[in-house]
């Protein structure tokens, strides 16, 4: 839990919200207090981390091999959408990188649920994340 916390983490304190640019930005109503996004990602990446366990412990072989592959290439995926938005500033890229982590996450949250129903639950939230922070995306693009 702690390390996907610590490397969930990185890619915003290494390129954040806090730039002239994002500043900026024209905010969409329906943009969230900050706050909001450190409790959230917080939360999430908790959530991600029990259900990382859960499936390691409760699996072996191929089976866990393929879903923890699956794991992470959709966490390389969530980590590559702030250094898109806030570091190079792309927001056309960002919303494609939120476009394929959507998809990815529903597949991981359904091989982890094959190996452990309660891992697959506790990706649901994230599911749920990753499809506002698609829209949130998709807003900022068409606002500025």
């Known amino acids: 839990m702690v ?3 610590a490397v969930g983490a990185a890619p915003a ?4 919200p806090d730039t002239a640019w994002f500043a900026a930005l024209e905010k969409p109503v329906i943009y969230p207090p900050s706050v909001t996004f450190a409790v959230v990602w917080t939360a999430l990446f908790t959530l991600q981390g029990v259900a990382v366990w859960l ?3 409760g699996s072996t072989g191929r089976r866990r091999t393929t879903t923890l592959v699956a794991f992470g290439l959709q966490f390389v995926v969530n980590l590559l959408w702030t250094p898109t938005f806030f570091g190079v500033q ?3 890229g960002a919303l494609a990188v ?3 982590l959507v998809p990815a996450v529903a597949v991981t949250a359904w091989q982890f649920g094959r190996i452990d129903r309660r891992a697959g639950v506790l990706l649901l939230p994230y599911l749920l994340w990753a499809g506002f922070a698609t829209l949130l995306t998709y807003r900022f693009l068409a606002l500025n």
């Open 55 to 57: 499936v390691a412990r």
């Open 3 to 5: 390390a996907v916390n």
């Open 98 to 100: 939120a476009g394929l």
């Open 90 to 92: 792309w927001i056309t």
């Open 13 to 16: 304190v290494l390129a954040g």
